[in-house]
């Protein structure tokens, strides 16, 4: 008998799909993992989710097994050593080897512990969907299931941020050990069939820093819920009133130049801040303090989405102060907010965002001036932040739905379970 055809191109998938950090209230990853995932099971396929803590929070419909960590870096106390009876698995035993030399040791260790669970279940998938993983388990997973990757942006610029503003040789070189994960996932990348890049300069960056080819990446931009972000009518904007998403106290996200243009802009008006994140100790807080902005600035987290949205209509600019995005989801959530935004030119922002004054109030990356002038030039005329809000919100309308994500998201998958060797791999699972 004639072997099987390929898969059906118009068949449901199953799709066993992959996050090693799923942050439930903020942070890109864990955004893209539950409204894709919620998604692509609206457009009749089936997900399962496996997490490393902290867990996502998923739609009811998407089941969440969980490969638990040895949670070191959560909270209440990161970056605590872990105790001996805390290491059962071989897993447990390497990932506290990897965070004892100064490397941080999840992205390896999830992988295997995905590798490990997964092995056994290649007759229950189609294809495994990597959400920026990249652990070296993760080529294992590949040669017994079609395997596909999502790459926000690379780490790398991450480490060179962070490196750059370490404030003397050993923390440079403590930074560098720490972000030794990097090469494995250029690595990993360069000989995955298909990733999946979230905007045209991450595409650039991750081909010049990473070496993967070209010919291996497509773009499938993110997304946001028009029905969920969207002008909440009868809320009042509170003058002075600016919001930003810190999900974490690094370099790159660009909080310390906020914090010091905010406090420029407090000697000549009332200017206050709502950081939707969860307040660090750390340098932002040490900065806060430093400046006398503590009572100026309030921190959220942990609530409804819902909430977050009214947040977005009680704030007069939203801000994304970072020093470089490989997409922003924080920009596209307060554009369709129908909040003004303003943004720097760092990364992917300035595609993301639009041009000057017509769909985003633009400033220079890493200058406190430019940044403070931005926010000046938007809270002096009310008329330009109704234009830019409208203009904004029509711009993420026009361009970016989860829907369309995820319908862009499986063109990929089909593409890649059509490659022979994976076709071959089907066949050997059963799958068709």
Request: a neutral charge; hydrophobic letters at 40%; one cysteine or more.
């Amino acid at each position: 008998m004639p072997a099987p055809a390929g898969p059906d191109p118009d068949a449901p998938l199953s799709i066993a799909y992959l996050t090693y950090r799923g942050k439930p209230h903020v942070g890109g990853q864990g955004v893209y993992t539950r409204h894709l995932t919620k998604a692509l099971v609206d457009l009749g396929h089936t997900v399962e989710v496996l997490g490393g803590q902290p867990y996502p929070v998923l739609d009811e419909r998407v089941p969440l097994t969980k490969l638990p960590s040895l949670d070191l870096f959560n909270d209440h106390y990161p970056g605590r050593p872990p105790a001996i009876w805390e290491l059962r698995t071989k897993e447990d035993w390497a990932e506290a080897g990897l965070f004892l030399t100064g490397v941080f040791p999840e992205p390896w260790a999830f992988s295997a512990r995905a590798y490990r669970h997964l092995k056994d279940r290649v007759r229950e998938f189609d294809l495994v969907h990597d959400n920026q993983c990249l652990g070296t388990g993760i080529l294992k997973l590949e040669e017994l299931i079609p395997t596909i990757v999502t790459l926000h942006h690379p780490i790398t610029k991450d480490r060179e941020l962070e490196m750059s503003h370490a404030p003397n040789w050993f923390k440079r070189w403590s930074v560098g050990r720490w972000y030794g994960f990097v090469g494995m996932q250029g690595r990993v990348a360069s000989r995955m069939p298909r990733i999946v890049v979230v905007s045209e300069n991450s595409i650039n960056d991750i081909e010049a820093d990473m070496g993967v080819e070209r010919d291996r990446m497509r773009l499938v931009p993110v997304g946001v819920d028009p029905d969920l972000f969207r002008p909440v009518p009868g809320v009042t904007r509170i003058p002075g009133r600016l919001l930003t998403t810190a999900s974490a106290d690094v370099a790159l996200k660009g909080l310390s130049y906020l914090l010091e243009a905010m406090a420029k802009l407090r000697t000549e008006r009332d200017v206050t801040l709502t950081i939707i994140g969860k307040p660090r100790p750390g340098k932002s807080m040490d900065l806060i303090e430093r400046l006398g902005l503590l009572p100026h600035i309030q921190f959220v987290s942990g609530v409804p989405d819902e909430r977050i949205v009214e947040l977005y209509s009680e704030a007069e600019l939203a801000v994304v102060p970072s020093l470089y995005e490989g997409f922003s989801l924080p920009a596209i959530e307060a554009m369709c907010s129908g909040t003004p935004l303003v943004a720097t030119d760092g990364g992917a922002l300035p595609e993301v965002t639009g041009a000057d004054g017509e769909t985003v109030l633009q400033c220079r990356a890493g200058d406190v001036d430019s940044l403070a002038a931005a926010i000046r030039r938007g809270l002096d005329d009310p008329d330009l932040r109704a234009r830019v809000g409208a203009a904004g919100r029509q711009r993420v309308l026009d361009r970016w739905t989860w829907t369309r994500c995820a319908q862009q998201t499986v063109e990929q998958y089909r593409e890649v379970l059509a490659m022979p060797a994976n076709v071959d791999k089907l066949r050997r699972n059963g799958r068709i």
